[in-house]
């Protein structure tokens, strides 16, 4: 079945640093790719997405590319601030079935000023 | 405000006392859904309804129920629930691709 592998958590940063978490998926047909952060004590938010080969997602600094030769999806930021810290969940959606979401396990990332 | 509401955000309970969880959404979708988040297991779908009077199993519904009778409610039924069923709960609701939750709800059984 469909599968998302993530990057192993946490991550802690300084401020200002670069920030690449990956994120590989498996997938029968041609899902669509999601990220979405949760911040403490709240709900998921919808990051950004991507939903063909090539198109790259971005939002508040965020970008991810959907690299279908490498089944990947990695998400960066060129500067994180402390207000990033949070957890990050890649995810696909594969339209060939029930529109659900497959979830990675998610990464914490902290970052320090 | 479009959203997807959740009660009770916070819940203690014992084995075997029934329980139901409602999720509300304003945004007339007809895609709902259900997932539990657990340490290191990320969020899996619990069960789904692609409109009023339909629903399905997603990839772990034992020892939950659900029921659509309107379109903006999706509660999710704890019959007899067990320590094993502590979790973060949270309700979806979309009509496309992009999934909006709702703010969660902290079940724990003792």
């Known amino acids: 079945g469909d599968s998302v592998t993530q990057m192993e958590g946490p991550v802690t940063l300084s401020e200002e640093a670069f920030l690449t978490i990956n994120c590989t998926y498996t997938?029968?047909?041609?899902?669509?790719l999601f990220w979405y952060v949760q911040y403490p004590g709240e709900g998921l938010q919808l990051l950004l997405k991507?939903?063909?080969?090539?198109d790259k997602g971005s939002n508040k600094g965020f970008e991810a590319t959907y690299r279908k030769e490498t089944t990947s999806f990695h998400l960066e930021k060129g500067s994180v601030q402390v207000s990033d810290s949070a957890v990050y969940f890649c995810?696909?959606?594969?339209?060939?079935?029930?529109?659900?979401?497959?979830f990675g396990q998610g990464t914490r990332l902290t970052i320090n000023p | 405000e479009a959203q997807v509401t959740q009660n009770p955000r916070y819940l203690i309970t014992v084995t075997g006392k029934k329980l139901t969880v409602t999720c509300s959404q304003n945004?007339?979708?007809?895609?709902m859904s259900w997932y539990r988040q657990d340490p290191g297991l990320g969020l899996r779908q619990i069960y789904y309804?692609?409109?009023?009077?339909?629903?399905d199993k997603g990839d772990v519904p034992e020892g939950y129920k659900v029921s659509r009778k309107e379109k903006r409610n999706f509660p999710l039924i704890l019959e007899s629930p067990s320590p094993n069923q502590t979790s973060l709960y949270f309700c979806a609701s979309n009509r496309g691709a992009t999934q909006y939750f709702g703010p969660g709800t902290r079940l724990t059984v003792l």
């Open positions: 995810a696909l959606s594969d339209f060939q079935g029930a529109q659900k979401l497959v």
């Open positions: 945004m007339n979708h007809e895609y």
């Open positions: 991507a939903t063909k080969a090539d």
């Open positions: 997938a029968t047909g041609y899902p669509s």
């Open positions: 309804s692609m409109n009023v009077e339909v629903t």
